[in-house]
């Protein structure tokens, strides 16, 4: 398997959380990430501390809805530290380079042109063609082994991205029995794994390595893209706009990113619930996938850093607090309602919520089903069922 990052979490196996495990709430709520069943801890704070300051954690957490909602709607609320703009690990190579200029990664007006062209051109998307797309790269990656944990791992790392690359238009080589190559996932999983809190040195330079083969990728496939393709048309507004290309160039790439590690979590998620319900309620695989994103979210948390004094949830805060912002108990809160019937939480809302929505659930239910299609019982997946360290993603790793 070339995803990388899947043999990173394999080495750090011992930090995941065994499913049969003693029954307890998690520690914090970070740790609720990975834990077995962390909802009835965070309908528990979204109820009795729905915005509050923790003494360990050293942040705020924003846990109801309306906390949640208040603090991604807040204009201070940024989404990187103020004076810091790129990780400091990542920072003076490659892959803070390609981090710096990634506009979910930014605020202020100079990335707001770049923001608005690639939401309008994601909210234009024609799914319907993107999932036949998506059906015939299934079609040319074949079951590898008989091992259904190893295939729906290597699946759910590697679908999605593949779509995304194709809608953009990068070409996707085949070997001589027509198989896909999967090495352009490789390098998106590995620069994700860079970019974790919890990413080594080794991580961090593995993510240079792929930040420049991802970025010199995508500038030298552009002139010959398709132009009915998304990266033509990223292109072409960027230039009416006046955008810089390394700017377009670096989004192009984020939106593989972003299909990789949140994207497999809802894959794996849903996985998880088929194996809890029985063959017969396994039809409508979209819809399964929707309630997987609002019960069992891909991305539980995400952070803020205050930019300036501010009173949030009755309490002042000041420049530099950072807010743990959990949209897992916000999806849980009974007062609460998501930000809209098709679009969960774990999706944000607001000026960073994700514009690809729509299309991450899409691909999701396209995984799964290709799976399903090729024999993999997800039935098979729960005895080895473990959760990646993270401090935010909610990935299943399938032994």
């Known amino acids: ?17 065994f499913i049969d495990a003693p029954p307890m709430l998690p520690a914090d709520p970070i740790a609720a990430v990975t834990h077995a069943d962390p909802y009835p801890y965070y309908r528990h ?36 530290p103020v004076g810091q703009a790129v990780p400091p690990a ?28 690639v939401m309008a051109r994601l909210m234009r998307l024609d799914l319907d063609r993107v999932r036949v797309r998506t059906q015939q790269l299934a079609a040319a990656l ?63 330079e593995a993510g240079n390595v792929a930040a420049q083969w991802l970025t010199r990728n995508v500038e030298q496939c552009a002139d010959a893209a398709p132009h009915d393709g998304l990266l033509a048309a990223l292109r072409q507004d ?18 593989m990113i972003q299909a990789c590690e949140a994207t497999a979590g809802l894959v794996g998620n849903t996985l ?21 994103a609002h019960d069992d979210p891909p991305v539980q948390n ?9 009173i949030i949830g009755g309490q002042p805060l000041r420049t530099g607090d950072t807010i743990l912002v959990l949209l897992a108990a916000a999806a849980h809160d009974p007062d609460g309602a998501g930000p809209a019937e098709d679009r969960p939480w774990t999706f944000g809302t607001g000026r960073h919520g994700c514009p690809g929505a729509a299309l991450a659930q899409m691909l999701a239910a ?34």
């Open 302 to 310: 995400t952070r803020r850093f205050m930019a300036a004094d501010a």
């Open 142 to 204: 074949p079951r590898a082994t008989s091992d259904d944990a190893h295939e729906a791992m290597r699946w759910m790392f590697t679908l999605p991205v593949l779509a995304v690359a194709d809608t953009l238009g990068l070409p996707l080589h085949h070997d001589e029995d027509g198989h896909v190559s999967t090495r352009m996932a490789g390098f998106v999983a590995t620069y994700a794994a860079a970019m974790s809190p919890l990413a080594s040195a080794a991580d961090v």
């Open 45 to 80: 704070l979204a109820q009795s501390r729905p915005f509050h300051f923790d003494p360990a954690l050293k942040l705020w957490v924003a846990a109801s809805a309306a906390a949640v909602a208040e603090v991604l709607g807040h204009s201070d609320a940024r989404v990187r």
């Open 366 to 399: 396209s995984t799964v089903q290709a799976l399903l299609d090729r024999g993999v019982r997800p039935e098979r997946l729960l005895p080895g069922l473990r959760y990646r360290p993270s401090v935010n993603a909610r990935i299943p790793q399938f032994q």
């Open 272 to 292: 998880v619930a088929l194996g809890r319900e029985p063959t017969s309620a396994r039809d409508n695989i979209n819809a399964r996938v929707a309630r997987v």
């Open 90 to 117: 990542l920072a003076g190579a490659a892959a803070g380079e390609l981090f710096g200029r990634l506009i979910r990664m930014n605020d202020g007006p100079a990335h707001a042109a770049l923001k608005g062209i």
């Open 1 to 17: 398997m070339t995803c990388r990052s899947i043999g990173r979490a394999d080495a750090g196996i011992m930090g995941a959380f």
């Open 238 to 255: 960027a230039a009416l706009a006046d955008i810089a290309p390394p700017k377009w160039i670096a989004n192009a790439v984020g939106l």
